[in-house]
């Protein structure tokens, strides 16, 4: 079966290739050297800016997530995780500025062991 694909509402992406360290971004620039200080930086952005995103990508899966990435909404914050599996899928929950900034740096500090009956699937 050729990724991605749809399995009913929910989209199964391919596996993100393996890199030599973290790389963050949001639409407007990506960084591969960086630190923690540059991750609440970028978040700060997206709260006070609408339509900004940030992504947060491991060199591999830590307990099966790949990357952690977050966008407003209507004054609310969403975040996704891309849990690797036989594919890549998305499963997101709302949250708080300060969880959100909590969840990123626990990723970029491999300690986000997320309980998933928390998250709902992304659905296209």
């Not at 540059?38 to 940030?54: G, K, N, P, R, W």
């Not at 899966?61 to 899928?89: F, K, P, S, W």
């Not at 949250?95 to 009956?117: A, I, K, T």
């Amino acid at each position: 079966m050729k990724l991605p694909f749809k399995k009913g509402n929910e989209m199964v992406f391919q596996k993100v290739k393996s890199q030599q360290g973290f790389t963050l971004e949001n639409q407007e620039r990506k960084l591969t050297d960086f630190r923690d200080i540059d991750i609440e930086d970028y978040l700060a952005d997206m709260f006070v800016t609408s339509d900004q995103f940030v992504i947060l990508t491991a060199p591999r899966a830590q307990y099966n997530v790949r990357y952690i990435q977050a966008c407003t909404h209507d004054g609310e914050i969403e975040v996704e995780l891309g849990i690797e599996e036989e594919g890549t899928r998305l499963y997101y929950k709302m949250c708080s500025e300060e969880e959100c900034y909590q969840m990123f740096l626990d990723f970029y500090e491999n300690r986000l062991v997320p309980n998933m009956e928390e998250y709902k699937p992304v659905e296209f």
